[in-house]
């Protein structure tokens, strides 16, 4: 006979945080959101900790390169998606890695032979105003010059103007030599009162430019997750079909922690994986899933995994639900798979963390995942809606949206997560296409939401999120008070201006 749950399978919109004593030390300020990102032993340190306990989806239209550097910044960390070539994963991390905040690689460059025509096109095709003038127009050949917008007058100067009779030539540009840090080239921007300070090589040739405002940007984000040579971590996904061949690739990349890519982690293919890369790369670390019980979480954690990942169904982009009847209410994975890793810790002394993946729709539903014993949370819809991710903007009736699609769609075709060991074909979709409301920039919305989050945590009397799992108070609701929990009762203002 089939065997039964007892429990309904529940998601987060069937509870609610019961607050509970708000000390007088629990102040927004106070909160630390650090949470492991690798299993550890009792009385010892994480090798690898989140700043913010926000990870990146593993998928196309959410963890390229752009999306790592932004969310690394912030304190959290991107898999960048494994349904691409190995070469071109490989690249998007090595990308990574080569990213010196505050050190920009020239996006905008021009000959001295070039017209004010070309330079107004390119201003208008960036939007930056800062124009590197290179000996072939390339970002990284000899530096002649800078164009900016001071160095020339729309309604006066011929559009015909070359760029050689208004730049200011490299004789006259202050310049930063190669291997200088931030904070040197910093003092000479202040020093000479620069908007931008062009860092070149013994050759002359452009290396980087640093702004003055990304100086500020950088100072501005104390939680930078960085590793000892002050680099962005980033993760990189893998799948149980290629991973002889990727996993070498991405180490050597520089690829600070794997997670194998699948929506069914309760397998010998992971299994398989894990055991794989212990063995042949012991230093790399590894995450497995997705499992949404606590089988499926001790098989992985036998297996080697050094965190788990939990969630199966729950995906804004998913439909496996709808087409293969299987999955579990991302609430009730969660608590589940979450009393396991205490029982494990409690009886080994080993601390494996979890990770919630997927169904994240309102901000407070990360602090009940949080709550519910989740060490951190992977999102796709929420990231998706950024600047920085890889969906294109589109204009959408009088709104803007971005593209975001599963990688179960016929669009990513990522057959490798959902493959059953049968060849390379992905035989149904378990994903759709979809838009998502276009909302900014990471960084300025990831701020809101972790003001909400610590906001929440004080009427929890939390400012650790080890504290926050101890001290939660969680309470399921009715439908009724559901309704109750919005706007009711009032005829709401037009928004419409
Ligand atoms: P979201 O944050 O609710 O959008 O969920 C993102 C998560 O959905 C990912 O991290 C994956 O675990 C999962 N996912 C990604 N693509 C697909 C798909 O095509 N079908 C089902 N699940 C998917």
Known sequence: MAYYYNDVSRTFSEYLLVPNLTRTDCLPGNIDLKTPLVKYKRGEEPSLALNIPFVSAIMQSVSDDKLAIALARCGGLSFIYCSQPIHQQAEMIKRVKRFKAGFVISDSSLTPEHTLKDVIELREKTGHSTIAITEDGTPATRLMGIVTSRDYRISRDPESKKVKEFMTPFSKLIVGKEGISLSEANDIIWDHKLNCLPIIDNNQNLLYLVFRKDYDEHKMNPNELLDLEKRFLVGAGINTRDYKERVPELVKAGADILCIDSSDGYSEWQKNTIEYIKQEYSGVKVG???????????????????????????????????????????????????????????????????????????????????????????????????????????????????????????????????????????????????????????????????????????????????????NARISLVSSTSIVEGGAHDVILKENNF
């Open 288 to 470: 497995g899933g997705n499992v949404v019980d606590k089988e499926g979480f001790m098989y992985l954690v036998d297996a080697g995994a050094d965190f788990v990942k939990v969630g199966i169904g729950g995906g804004s982009i998913c439909i496996t639900r709808e087409q293969k009847g299987i999955g579990r209410g991302q609430a009730s994975a969660v608590i589940e798979v979450a009393k396991a890793r205490d029982e494990y810790y409690e009886k080994t002394g080993i601390y494996v963390p979890i990770c919630s993946d997927g169904g994240i729709v309102y901000d407070y539903h990360m602090v009940l995942a949080l709550a519910m014993g989740a060490d951190f949370i992977m999102m796709g819809r929420y990231f998706a809606r950024f600047d920085e991710s890889p969906g294109k903007k589109i204009k959408l009736g009088n709104s803007y949206v971005k593209e975001y699609w599963g990688e179960g769609s016929d669009r990513a075709r990522n057959w490798q997560r959902y493959d059953l060991g049968e060849g390379a074909k992905l035989h149904f979709e378990e994903g759709v296409d979809s838009y998502v409301p276009y909302a900014g920039r990471l960084q300025g919305n990831l701020e809101v939401t972790l003001n909400k989050i610590k906001s929440t945590m004080c009427s929890c009397g939390a400012i650790t999120i080890e504290e926050l799992q101890k």
